[in-house]
């Protein structure tokens, strides 16, 4: 089992690496959005890899210390939290927002990063024979895809906002 603990210590210090260096990217992009939806969706998405950051911090720790898996439980809200930044934004809105290249390069960057992370939690979850550590890559992967959900409509909002909002109102925009 000494094989099972090193690959799963090893799996955590990837996922530490990945949420560290997503969490240090959505701040950065954040401070350099040109507007107040794109600020205050990276923000939270910053402190949701900060949270998945402390679950595996935990753990880790636990694993190196005990020699064991501890009994970590965690739920996502489902993108819940980041959806409602999105919509608060979106209602509160009354210009359209120009979709500014250096932002649009951002949340593709994004995208790609938590495509890569979703990716990293599957493969793992099929590699460890650990229910509890399964569970845990399985509810972080449901979460890093909502992730993606939420960028891309904030980047389809970006690049066209009349199209987005008639997609997501079904209504025309008449400009008035």
């Known amino acids: ?7 799963t210590l090893k799996a955590l210090e990837t996922a530490l690496k990945m949420e560290i260096d997503g969490k240090e990217f959505y701040l950065k992009a954040s401070q350099s959005s040109k507007n107040k939806i794109g600020q205050d969706l990276l923000k939270k998405l910053a402190a949701e890899e ?54 649009l390069d951002a ?17 793992r979850s099929k590699k460890t024979p ?18 993606h959900r939420v960028l891309l409509d904030y980047y389809e909002f970006l690049k066209d906002p009349a199209a987005w909002y008639v997609q997501k109102e079904h209504t025309a925009v008449d400009g008035g």
């Open 1 to 7: 089992m000494p094989n099972e603990q090193e690959a």
């Open 50 to 103: 900060d949270i998945h950051r402390q679950v595996f911090q935990n753990i880790y720790n636990t694993i190196k210390s005990k020699k064991g898996w501890p009994d970590v439980k965690f739920h996502g809200d489902g993108g819940r939290g980041l959806k409602t930044v999105f919509a608060e934004a979106m209602k509160n809105m009354k210009n359209q927002t120009k979709g500014l290249k250096e932002e």
């Open 107 to 123: 949340v593709k960057t994004a995208m790609d990063m938590e495509n890569k992370t979703l990716d990293f939690y599957h493969a």
């Open 130 to 147: 650990l229910d509890a550590e399964k569970q845990l890559y399985d509810a972080l992967a449901m979460q890093e895809s909502e992730h």
